[in-house]
């Protein structure tokens, strides 16, 4: 609403401004009036144009504006020169000439203008302006706030208006499940906005004309060539597919998890009943399910358990040991005995 209040404001300014100095000698009503309302119109046209060009885009045009205007300068200069054409002639041409090489160079530098690389050109600091995208999902996760305070995040941060709206939504939400994780992604965002060493910025640019948040999410990477931090697999797979560059919180836990082999002996604490008959499941810290043989009767204590294999799939890595009851260098931990001693 801001925006537009903005726009109507300029048009009301522009066709006020006409009415009053009359140009062309226009008469005040209702000539100059009109024609100012409607060259104020034509310019918030042109601008609602240019907010949907990426900054590739917008360079190129930019050069190849100029580029077209010199070219149109020194051709005008020899026309000037040459007696055989009559005054008004020769500043026809001259017009004509610098409308054309604009609108070529503008179109050609439009069209070419996603070619350039703006890290070279611009040098790393400018590359880096805009370096990552927060989508909704990795704000309600909460993990990315860890990960910017430990530094492996640097560079500004980028929140959308339009995923700030759908964090807002989830908030308001009548289911409380929802209505907490909404609640609990405004407050990750409150926190990441604290740290003194980041630069975080709320974006308004916006892209009516597509529905999915996702897909806006994608549009606003390949215009301003940031990064989506997200933990979303669809989103994943649709940005690169896209060619966008994706930053996956749940590839870092998985690639950061210890690395454990079969044949190496690993102490866990069997919390539950496995599905498979005298089976007891574990968890690592890191969250990684332990499924263990013969270690039925163990829950609730802490035993060495040889690890057998390790399964990695998409939703994470699973381990798989077993329990050895009768072998000497295998000891249990009974974790009641253990808080007792303490």
Same mark, same amino acid.
């Not at 009415?19 to 310019?43: Q, S």
């Not at 990426?54 to 200069?77: C, D, H, M």
């Not at 390949?222 to 649709?238: C, E, S």
């Given at each position: 609403?801001?925006?537009?209040?903005?726009?109507?404001?300029?048009?009301?300014?522009?066709?006020?401004?006409?009415?009053?100095?009359?140009?062309?000698?226009?008469?005040?009503?209702?000539?100059?009036?009109?024609?100012?309302?409607?060259?104020?119109?034509?310019?918030?046209?042109?601008?609602?144009?240019?907010?949907?060009?990426?900054?590739?885009?917008?360079?190129?045009? *930019?050069?190849?504006?100029?580029?077209?205007?010199?070219?149109?300068?020194?051709?005008?200069?020899?026309?000037?020169?040459?007696?055989?054409?009559?005054?008004?002639?020769?500043?026809?041409?001259?017009?004509?000439?610098?409308?054309?090489?604009?609108?070529?160079?503008?179109?050609?530098?439009? *069209?070419?203008?996603?070619?350039?690389?703006?890290?070279?050109?611009?040098?790393?600091?400018?590359?880096?302006?805009?370096?990552?995208?927060?989508?909704?999902?990795?704000?309600?996760?909460?993990?990315?706030?860890?990960?910017?305070?430990?530094?492996?995040?640097?560079?500004?941060?980028?929140?959308?208006?339009?995923?700030?709206?759908?964090?807002?939504?989830?908030?308001?939400?009548?289911?409380?499940?929802?209505?907490?994780?909404?609640?609990?992604?405004?407050?990750?965002?409150?926190?990441?906005?604290?740290?003194?060493?980041?630069?975080?910025?709320?974006?308004?640019?916006?892209?009516?004309?597509?529905?999915?948040?996702?897909?806006?999410?994608?549009?606003?990477?390949?215009?301003?060539? !940031?990064?989506?931090?997200?933990?979303?697999?669809?989103?994943?797979?649709? *940005?690169?597919?896209?060619?966008?560059?994706?930053?996956?919180?749940?590839?870092?836990?998985? !690639?950061?998890?210890?690395?454990?082999?079969?044949?190496?002996?690993?102490?866990?604490?069997?919390?539950?009943?496995?599905?498979?008959?005298?089976?007891?499941?574990?968890?690592?810290?890191?969250?990684?399910?332990?499924?263990? @043989?013969? *270690?039925?009767?163990?829950?609730?204590?802490?035993?060495?358990?040889?690890?057998?294999?390790?399964?990695?799939?998409?939703?994470?890595?699973?381990?798989?040991?077993?329990?050895?009851?009768?072998? @000497?260098?295998?000891?249990?931990?009974?974790?009641?005995?253990?808080?007792?001693?303490?």
């Amino acid at each position: 609403m801001g925006l537009w209040s903005l726009r109507v404001l300029f048009v009301i300014i522009l066709a006020a401004t006409s009415y009053y100095f009359r140009p062309f000698g226009l008469p005040a009503v209702p000539h100059a009036l009109i024609f100012g309302g409607i060259l104020a119109l034509a310019i918030v046209v042109f601008e609602m144009r240019v907010r949907r060009l990426s900054l590739k885009a917008l360079v190129g045009a *930019a050069f190849g504006s100029i580029a077209g205007i010199l070219g149109a300068s020194l051709i005008s200069l020899v026309l000037s020169r040459m007696t055989f054409f009559d005054s008004p002639s020769a500043t026809f041409l001259q017009v004509l000439i610098l409308a054309f090489m604009t609108y070529v160079g503008l179109v050609l530098g439009v *069209a070419k203008g996603e070619f350039l690389s703006l890290e070279e050109f611009l040098g790393d600091r400018a590359g880096k302006k805009f370096t990552n995208i927060l989508d909704t999902s990795v704000i309600i996760d909460g993990r990315v706030a860890d990960i910017i305070e430990t530094g492996f995040l640097e560079g500004q941060i980028l929140v959308p208006e339009f995923v700030l709206r759908e964090l807002q939504l989830v908030a308001d939400s009548a289911d409380s499940i929802k209505r907490n994780r909404g609640r609990r992604g405004l407050d990750i965002l409150q926190k990441i906005q604290k740290n003194a060493n980041l630069n975080v910025q709320i974006v308004e640019m916006d892209f009516p004309e597509i529905r999915e948040v996702d897909m806006k999410l994608i549009e606003l990477a390949r215009r301003t060539g !940031a990064k989506i931090v997200t933990n979303d697999f669809n989103l994943n797979k649709v *940005a690169q597919l896209r060619g966008v560059e994706v930053l996956n919180i749940n590839e870092l836990a998985n !690639a950061i998890k210890p690395v454990v082999l079969p044949g190496e002996t690993m102490r866990v604490f069997i919390l539950k009943e496995g599905k498979e008959y005298n089976q007891g499941v574990a968890y690592l810290d890191d969250g990684t399910m332990v499924v263990v @043989d013969n *270690a039925r009767k163990m829950i609730g204590k802490t035993v060495d358990i040889l690890v057998t294999s390790v399964l990695q799939t998409t939703a994470g890595k699973m381990i798989f040991g077993k329990f050895a009851e009768q072998s @000497d260098n295998k000891v249990e931990f009974d974790r009641d005995r253990v808080h007792s001693q303490m």
